[in-house]
């Protein structure tokens, strides 16, 4: 089963709630490395790899840019 090619207003809402994802898992490392735990910076770690996949993901189906109709001479 092939998935269905993104349109360009999904692929931008898609980079932003992986962006915002990244960030917040940034921020939870960050009090993990603060509170010292080892397995919370791990488990962390290992989401914000697989956000970064998600985003790698989403960019490799970027929609292509096709000319808009009024743009084309008749």
Do not use: K
Request: charged content about 20%; overall charge positive; aromatic content about 8%.
């Amino acid at each position: 089963m092939t998935l269905p090619p993104l349109t360009p207003r999904g692929f931008w809402i898609r980079v932003l709630v992986f962006g915002a994802g990244l960030l917040v898992y940034l921020w939870a490392a960050l009090i993990m490395i603060r509170e010292h735990s080892r397995v919370g910076v791990v488990l962390v770690l290992l989401l914000i790899l697989f956000n970064l996949a998600g985003l790698v993901g989403t960019a490799r189906r970027r929609p292509v840019r096709r000319p808009r109709m009024h743009d084309q001479e008749p």
